[in-house]
């Protein structure tokens, strides 16, 4: 891991009326390295989120970002208005100064959506959406990706598809991922560290040891028998479009579905 | 055809030009409820304006520009703002300024003109006013366009992407506030939306980009006050609803149009 700090919040405090939001947060992100929250609803885990990204003051403690920092945000799966007319590569370079068709075809391409640029918005299903989304962010040479539940809407095969996709562009790009995310299992396997919110840091470390933390077991305990276990496994074969079992080729990276 | 006729043609033309413009933006921030609080505050500010003998334009651009920012501070803050609060704001000034109406001293004054409009009406001053207005917005609307655009999508989306959202916001509202005073003689406080939101919803079908559906918008607004005022003429009817009837009209055809490929 890096040791350029991309953004820090230190002590960071919020109520709304009598409500705590947030107690005493602290987090860090660093380049190349994804940092997940977890925690149940109403958790603050959003919040947190808002606060990093300067769209909501916190009562209390720092906000520190890398001066310069350009960040990319992938907000929770919203709704389009139907009377907007607006096309897919509109939309993805809605915020360039001057339209730029080949950065944007460049983004679409990395996330796969290349085939979807003269399509309206509205027509895209969520896992298209989400790709877009990221397309977007992309754009902007991000140093830092927020992602607000990426996998909202997305189907179960999307989903792994979509957090392997994050993963590989951070290679290629090496930002830091800041996410929020629901998806235990998928998250386990692809992040270098968990945070685990519940209005104040319940738990924080590398993953494998979060899911033994005794705070992480009492807040996801029923999850875990209702199959949403966290385990680490390696696949001995794979399957064919038909569902065939086929064997796995040597130096072959496990795929899921 | 008579002198009035051309005059009133003439500053028709520069409210739906502007009123398309604005309008699509109100339709896709799901904004129709902002036009009607406005457009009803208006009438506070004629009341004013003729309390205090002076300009009535000036007043009603004074009212509504602060109910505008007010409006602007209460979307900002939802712990505050709810659509029954704005609508508390437009009721109350609607009925505020007409009961002050009535207090003047004096002065018999046509109330029916400041609700449904008076086009018929207009001075040359009126039309030099109003071509100045619309001037005005389409060059503001063109600086604001792209992050007016990008905010009506997604506001933290475009602010996180280094969009000012209140302020492009505050300048937008300002100029519908600006429009509803020069708008306000075409159709009156009553109907004004209808010129915002009707052209707007009738463009939708034929528009592809954001941009289309803005001029298509001023197209059908254009045509539906040239039939308005036909109809008026022909028929003797009041011209600032046959106005908002043809346009009716024109979105009714837009849905049963085959779309275009």
New interface residues.
């Given amino acids: 891991m890096s040791t350029t700090l991309l953004a820090k919040l230190e002590h960071i405090s919020l109520r709304m009326g009598q409500r705590v939001i947030l107690h005493d947060v602290d987090l860090k992100v660093y380049p190349e390295s994804v940092l997940t929250l977890i925690g149940p609803n109403g958790a603050g885990k959003s919040t947190l989120l808002?606060v990093m990204?300067?769209?909501q003051k916190a009562d209390g403690g720092k906000v520190w970002r890398m001066p310069g920092l350009r960040?990319g945000?992938v907000?929770q799966k919203?709704h389009?208005?139907r009377?907007?007319?607006?096309?897919v590569e509109?939309?993805i370079g809605?915020?360039l100064?001057r339209h730029d068709a080949v950065a944007i075809r460049q983004c679409a391409h990395e996330t796969g959506v290349s085939d979807l640029l003269p399509q309206a918005v509205q027509s895209l299903s969520g896992g298209e959406f989400q790709r877009v989304l990221l397309a977007?962010a992309l754009l902007?040479k991000p140093h830092l990706l927020?992602l607000d539940e990426p996998g909202q809407g997305v189907d179960v095969s999307g989903l792994s598809e979509l957090y392997q996709l994050i993963n590989r562009l951070k290679q290629q790009h090496g930002y830091g991922v800041l996410m929020v995310s629901h998806d235990l299992h998928l998250v386990m396997a692809s992040t270098d560290q968990v945070l685990c919110l519940n209005r104040h840091i319940c738990c924080f470390g590398q993953p494998e040891a979060v899911s033994r933390h005794p705070e992480y077991l009492r807040l996801f305990g029923d999850s875990r028998t209702a199959g949403l276990a966290v385990y680490t496994h390696h696949h001995d074969h794979q399957h064919d479009v038909h569902g065939c079992v086929v064997p796995l080729q040597e130096g072959e990276e496990h795929k899921h579905g | 055809m008579d002198d009035f006729i051309w005059r009133a043609v003439l500053v028709g033309l520069a409210v739906v030009l502007m009123s398309g413009l604005l309008g699509v933006f109100l339709l896709w921030r799901r904004m129709a409820y902002f036009g009607d609080t406005l457009s009803h505050s208006a009438l506070l500010g004629v009341a004013l304006g003729l309390m205090t003998g002076t300009n009535l334009n000036v007043w009603i651009m004074l009212v509504c520009g602060v109910v505008a920012l007010l409006m602007l501070y209460l979307q900002h803050n939802p712990a505050l703002g709810s659509d029954a609060l704005l609508g508390i704001i437009g009721h109350s000034a609607l009925a505020l300024g007409t009961v002050a109406l009535t207090f003047l001293p004096g002065v018999r004054v046509d109330l029916m003109a400041y609700l449904f409009g008076d086009i018929l009406a207009v001075s040359r001053t009126d039309i030099a006013l109003t071509w100045g207005l619309a001037v005005f917005v389409m060059a503001v609307m063109a600086w604001i366009w792209r992050p007016l655009l990008s905010l009506s999508v997604h506001a933290e989306l475009a602010q996180v992407e280094g969009v000012n959202v209140w302020r492009v916001s505050a300048v937008y509202m300002l100029l519908i506030a600006l429009m509803v005073s020069v708008a306000m003689k075409v159709v009156g406080v009553l109907l004004l939306t209808a010129l915002l939101i009707i052209p707007a919803a009738a463009a939708r079908r034929f528009a592809k980009t954001p941009e289309q559906m803005a001029v298509l918008a001023v197209m059908v607004g254009m045509l539906a006050l040239l039939a308005g005022v036909g109809i008026s003429l022909q028929l003797d009817t009041p011209t600032g609803p046959s106005v908002v009837v043809a346009a009716s009209a024109l979105f009714v055809l837009a849905q049963l149009m085959p779309r275009s490929a």
């Fill in positions: 808002r990204l300067g769209l960040v945000y907000p919203f389009f208005d009377l907007l007319p607006l096309t509109r939309f809605l915020n100064s977007r902007n927020v």
